[in-house]
């Protein structure tokens, strides 16, 4: 890899295009189209702090939004049909979380009674009430299990 210098210059790329990498588990140079690659830094995205949308429109109290159990953020738009006296939004299982992973959460309707279950963590500083329009976003700690309310 020490000539990848003596190589042209190429200002215009396409997806079938291959860029030359050392394979640490390999332990030698390979190649790897532009398009493999793309795929390998969209997993390192995702993982890390790429965010899901994410919907629920509950039609009577005493509902539970599940947010689906991912190693992503998660944007949770919540649309009740109608001012609810109860509800619950269920995090992902603490299995699947990850350290920094956030969830944002909108509601467009009143909720009296909120719960917000952990699913295995424990949960600090969650709302009790969401009034309409209201939202909150909550922060994973990976060393401490724990899901802190940061907004």
């Given at each position: 890899?020490?000539?990848?210098n003596?190589?042209?210059?190429?200002?215009t790329l396409s997806?079938?295009d291959?860029?030359?990498?050392?394979?640490?588990?390999?332990?030698d140079t390979?190649?790897a189209?532009?398009?493999?690659?793309?795929?390998?830094l969209?997993?390192l995205?995702?993982a890390?702090?790429g965010?899901t949308?994410?919907y629920?429109?509950p039609?009577?109290?005493?509902?539970t939004a599940?947010?689906a159990n991912?190693s992503?953020?998660?944007y949770?738009?919540?649309?009740?049909?109608?001012?609810?006296?109860?509800?619950?939004?269920l995090?992902?299982?603490?299995s699947?979380?990850?350290?920094k992973q956030?969830v944002t959460v909108t509601?467009t309707?009143?909720v009296?009674?909120?719960t917000?279950?952990?699913?295995?963590?424990?949960v600090?500083?969650?709302?009790?009430t969401l009034?309409?329009n209201g939202?909150?976003t909550?922060k994973?700690d990976?060393v401490?299990?724990?899901?802190?309310r940061?907004g």
């Open positions: 890899m020490t000539t990848i003596q190589l042209s210059s190429d200002s997806a079938g291959q860029v030359a990498l050392y394979s640490q588990a390999q332990g390979r190649k189209s532009l398009t493999t690659l793309a795929a390998f969209a997993t995205v995702s890390s702090g965010q949308t994410q629920s429109a039609s009577a109290t005493g509902f599940t947010i991912s992503a953020s998660a949770l738009i919540l649309t009740p049909t109608g001012t609810f006296a109860t509800g619950t939004i995090l992902p299982a603490l699947s979380c990850v350290d956030t509601c309707q009143i009296t009674a909120l917000v279950n952990g699913n295995g963590a424990t600090n500083g969650a709302p009790t009034a309409a939202f909150f909550l994973f990976g401490l299990k724990v899901w802190y940061v």
